[in-house]
């Protein structure tokens, strides 16, 4: 399947969805006093947070264990969560584009009386997310080139791509069981 270097640094972005101050029950990824794997990285505990004048958690603190390199322990402890991240230093910027359903009924032609089909159009076919980073071994994609992103789908790089301003496609989108157990902590 092929090698590829991931570059670690001071410096990490994580996903948002990766990081709870108050985390629901059976919730594995980071939270203060919390140790999880970072993929292909090392185990790292959550030490404490920086927040924005709105109360919006902004940085997250961590230590790193060294002898976990790879995410194995050498002393058997196991951790429950595993998380995504890049190198801020490495990172590369791209335009993510991600694709829903383009219309909100399975048979768009059944509209209530003196409705177009139009109406059955979903407002969020289309969400575009500019500013993302991605590893830096994607700087070299190319058009049509496809791509796994870790726990969020499948993605192929758009025409609309050039030198320095890459762009992907969502084609297919994955399960995201983390966010089904925090929707029922949130409702029970």
């Known amino acids: 399947m092929g090698t590829r270097q991931v570059p670690f640094s001071h410096v990490l972005y994580i996903e948002q969805d990766d990081f709870r101050e108050d ?3 059976q919730y594995f990824r980071l939270s203060p006093g919390r140790e999880v794997r970072l993929r292909y990285g090392y185990l ?12 919006e958690v902004v940085e997250v603190h961590c230590t790193h264990d060294t002898a976990t390199r790879g995410g194995n322990t050498p002393d058997g402890r196991r951790v429950k969560g595993t ?7 490495h990172a590369v910027d791209a335009e993510v584009r991600l694709y829903e359903n383009l219309f909100t009924r399975e048979n768009p032609g059944e509209t209530e009386e003196g409705q177009e089909f139009t109406a059955n159009l979903n407002p969020h076919s289309l969400e575009v997310l500019t500013g993302c980073k991605l590893e830096p071994s994607l700087a070299s994609a190319t058009v049509g080139n496809r791509y796994q992103f870790e726990r969020l789908g499948y993605f192929c790089v758009d025409p609309d791509s050039a030198p320095g301003a890459l762009v992907f496609n969502r084609t297919v989108a994955l ?3 983390g966010a089904k157990i925090e929707k029922r902590g949130l409702s029970a």
Do not use: E, F, L, Y
């Open 175 to 177: 399960r995201d069981t």
């Open 44 to 55: 790292v505990t959550c030490t404490g947070v920086v927040k924005n004048d709105r109360g």
């Open 23 to 25: 985390p629901p029950k």
């Open 83 to 89: 998380i995504h991240w890049v190198s801020a230093m």
